[in-house]
């Protein structure tokens, strides 16, 4: 099943026509509104350098996951 979306409102313009791959690959300063300063403290805090990084990481991840839980409620 193909899946798209819009992208637009999600990363910054110099990457909205790129594949999926060319974004998750993508520093995370390329994600709308994620300073360069707000990517240093991801990386330095937590080793992220990428938005596939980013999507991955097991905190981001668990939090993501508690909310969806709670709002499911």
Known sequence: MA?????????????????LEEI???P?????????TGAKYLRDALGIKTIGE???NKYFRASAAIVDLLDAK
């Open 3 to 19: 899946v798209t979306g819009d992208l637009s409102k999600i990363v910054d313009k110099e990457y909205q026509d790129k594949s």
């Open 24 to 26: 998750a690959a993508a």
């Open 28 to 36: 995370v300063a390329a994600l709308a509104g994620i300073s360069e």
């Open 54 to 56: 980013l999507g991955r």
